[in-house]
């Protein structure tokens, strides 16, 4: 699982934070829905705005935090990450406990998205 947190709020008037994460399969996906859905009300009682569909992205509205789950090729299609490159990224603890290998595809990532900073930047003032 690939999983980045984005502080989107200088970009973007709609949500302040947005969660992007990976997941191997239609089945994991609709577990992880599950599994924050129930987090979300139970920990902090928030509620989420939409349903999930059938598709192999999935989005989650809390209003002030938008969770995406794709499948791996879903999310290197649509390409969030770069879109969205110049958004601060929020420093998760856990992460340094993946595998090296994760670690490895996500510098690889991040440096794509520094890449596109600009253009995402300037796309998103228009």
Request: without cysteine; aromatic residues 10%; charged residues 20%.
């Given at each position: 699982t690939d999983l980045s947190v984005l502080h989107v709020a200088p970009l973007?008037?709609?949500t302040s934070y947005m969660v992007i994460c990976t997941?191997?399969?239609r089945p994991q996906l609709l577990a992880v829905l599950a599994r924050m859905e129930d987090?979300?009300?139970d920990d902090w009682d928030r509620v989420k705005q939409n349903s999930a569909g059938s598709s192999q992205w999935e989005v989650m509205d809390f209003g002030d935090v938008v969770v995406h789950?794709?499948?791996a090729e879903?999310?290197?299609?649509y390409d969030l990450d770069g879109f969205y490159a110049a958004a601060e990224e929020v420093p998760l603890p856990f992460v340094e406990d993946w595998d090296s290998t994760?670690?490895?595809e996500q510098s690889s990532r991040q440096r794509s998205a520094v890449a596109n900073a600009v253009w995402s930047?300037?796309?998103l003032s228009i």
């Open positions: 973007v008037s709609w997941v191997m399969s987090a979300a009300r789950v794709f499948t879903q999310r290197e299609h994760s670690n490895v930047k300037n796309l």
